[in-house]
């Protein structure tokens, strides 16, 4: 089982999105909405590697890292979805629609929606993974 080197969970918040938010809803509210999607994810606790060997090891692990985004479209309607990078390849969920001013009062419709672009992560990952086992099975499906 190759174990990986766990990267932290970026939140990334587009400028369309920004600007958005900023029109709609004022700065000080815009404030606190980024804030409060910025904290979601627990922060990991890194452990210091003293051992030389240890550190050269860890920097030879792939490396896993998960990435959830905000963006927005012009008419004003936010949307989430999130890049899984392991190693080197990249799996990216669908976008999902949210109203970023339930954020502010609650952060349960956010986290459902990001756990729902995670499983949809999940999904792809185990697609991949089934193919990339048995390269046949195509031929089952002709």
Request: aromatic share 12%.
């Amino acid at each position: 089982m190759i174990k990986f080197r766990h990267l932290p969970t970026k939140v990334n918040i587009s400028d369309l999105a920004r600007q958005n938010c900023r029109q709609m809803y004022g700065d000080d509210l815009s404030c606190l909405m980024f804030e409060s999607v910025k904290n979601l994810e627990e922060k990991i606790p890194s452990a210091k590697k003293t051992n030389f060997i240890k550190k050269t090891i860890d920097a030879l692990k792939p490396v896993k890292e998960m990435s959830i985004n905000i963006s927005s479209n012009k008419y004003g309607d936010f949307f989430v979805h999130s890049n899984l990078k392991i190693n080197k390849y990249n799996f990216e969920s669908s976008k999902i629609p949210f109203d970023f001013f339930e954020t502010l009062s609650t952060l349960k419709n956010f986290k459902t929606i990001v756990a729902k672009t995670k499983d949809d992560i999940l999904s792809k990952v185990s697609v991949f993974n089934e193919f990339r086992n048995y390269p046949d099975k195509v031929k089952f499906f002709d």
